[in-house]
């Protein structure tokens, strides 16, 4: 896991292996943020896998109007009813901030930028409102190293 990034004067770090366990072992609903109905994308993959995990996992995309494996597709977090305890994002960089913007309102824990989702800033808000903040890592990847030793 990458553990400091770097962004004008605003330095990231993510969280240690230990901590990062417990969000995985502790979470049991995650709400997928740019979720796909493609089969090849990542988004639709690890909704695939925490759903197979037996977690409660609600959509994010404002484009689809359909259920994707199953689930209830909201058009943004704001619609998801309820906290969630880990808001996994699969958007541009760029959109971040007002994802995290509606986690903190709404009392969600983590906020959980994928792969090469990166924004200091956003990460820096949710974290001084007290949210758990991964960046620039993968979920599964997480999972699949920390939970299955």
């Known amino acids: 896991m990458s553990d400091a990034l ?4 605003t330095t ?3 969280p240690a292996d230990e901590r990062v366990k417990t969000i995985l072992a502790e979470m049991k609903r995650i709400a997928v943020v740019g979720i796909s109905a493609k089969e ?3 988004s639709h993959g690890i909704a695939l896998f925490l759903v197979g995990q037996g977690f409660d996992v609600v959509g994010v995309n404002p484009v689809l109007k359909d259920p ?3 689930l209830e597709i909201f058009p943004s977090l704001k ?3 309820g ?3 880990v808001v996994n994002i699969f958007r541009r960089s760029d959109q971040v901030g007002p994802i995290v913007e509606a986690a903190i309102s709404r009392g969600d824990k983590c906020i959980w930028m994928q792969e090469q989702v990166i924004n200091p800033e956003a990460a820096a808000a949710a974290s001084d409102a007290g949210l758990d903040v991964l960046m620039d890592v993968c979920l599964y ?3 699949l190293r920390l939970m299955n030793g």
């Open 40 to 42: 090849d994308r990542a």
């Open 79 to 81: 619609d998801v009813p």
């Open 83 to 85: 906290p969630v305890d």
């Open 68 to 70: 994707v494996l199953g």
């Open 12 to 14: 990231f770090s993510n």
């Open 6 to 9: 770097n962004s004008g004067n």
């Open 141 to 143: 990847k997480e999972w």
